[in-house]
């Protein structure tokens, strides 16, 4: 049974990606509603080989939605998500809006599938930060196994996180520095090509950044564990697609290298890379970006710790961080709900 899909913010970086793998895993869609802002409404674009027309987002009937997902900014969530909920439409949000709240189920298929059935309080699922969704993919079977006490992770993030314009914007300030030209600044507050900008999001009264936060919190509530300590580091660097991180952990049974590699060969979403020679790791361009996985590599036991495990993972954040986790929870939606 096909359903009528919404996708609000059709015309950003991971509105184009829900389009793009909604048609590439069939997902049965009867009518695609493309909504994007004024400006954009009217205009065209294509899905599974069909033009569609762009409409605005202000004055769009939910009621004929079965599943709208969201993707256009938590403001626009904040106004329109509720009205979708309200109007029947199951909403699929992919800001940081209702991630938070009590009766808002936040879901990674491959983490906690189960929370999906909560859907039925407010009509809203969330889903996770990209830097969230893949530090637990790969974290999910070493927690199940012998139990996260803490995480240290550092992260080095894609610009493609920001959206198109700071994709744009070190694109630019490449072309710029090689021509010898003094680049344009905007997105962010110093030049991120050739550099590293240690903020990502605003600072808030601890001095961590709301990124940082993002991931202790959310990584608390999907694991439905808050004895799980998590110290992040969020950095933005001049990548286009794909989130590196580094994840140092410590766990209450000790767990061997070889059994947490082992472990993570068997979980579906992941795929072990991880020879100890030149290039025997995943990274971001070449092995990541555009594709579905979470990839972990450099896994070995921690030379400072008893019961420490460190690891390297890296995924597309526009896929599986953002647009592809939205569809797979659509189609445990359409298996269970429809
Ligand atoms: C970023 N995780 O990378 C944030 C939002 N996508 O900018």
Known sequence: NALNIAVVGATGAVGEAMLEI??????????????????????????????????????FDFSQVDIALFSAGASVSAEFAPKAAAAGAIVIDNTSQFRYDEDVPLVIPEVNPEAIAEHKKRGIIANPNCSTIQMLVALKPIHDAAGITRINVATYQAVSGSGKKAINELAG?????????????????????????????????????????????????????????????????????????????????????????????????????????????????????????????RVREDISHPNGLNLWTVSDNVRKGAALNSVQIAEILLKSYF
């Open 22 to 59: 909604l048609a590439e895993r069939k997902f049965p869609v009867a009518k695609l509603y493309a909504l994007a802002s004024a400006k954009s409404a009217g205009d065209t674009l294509m899905f599974a080989g069909k033009s569609v027309l762009i409409e605005d987002l202000a004055d």
């Open 173 to 297: 300030q490449t072309a710029k520095l090689l021509n010898g030209q003094s680049p344009d600044v905007e997105v962010y507050p110093k030049q991120i090509a050739f550099n590293v900008i240690p903020q990502i999001d605003a600072f808030q009264d601890n001095g961590y950044t709301k990124e940082e936060m993002k991931m202790v919190w959310e990584t608390q509530k999907i694991l439905a564990d808050d004895t799980v300590s998590v110290n992040p580091s969020c950095v933005r660097v001049p990548v286009f697609f794909g989130h590196s991180e580094a994840i140092h952990l410590e766990t209450r049974k000790k767990l061997s290298a070889e059994q947490a590699k082992l472990l993570l060969a068997k979980v579906p979403g992941v795929e072990l890379v991880d020879e100890p020679v030149d290039g025997g790791y995943a990274t971001a361009v070449g092995d990541a970006s555009g594709k579905d996985a979470v990839f972990v590599s």
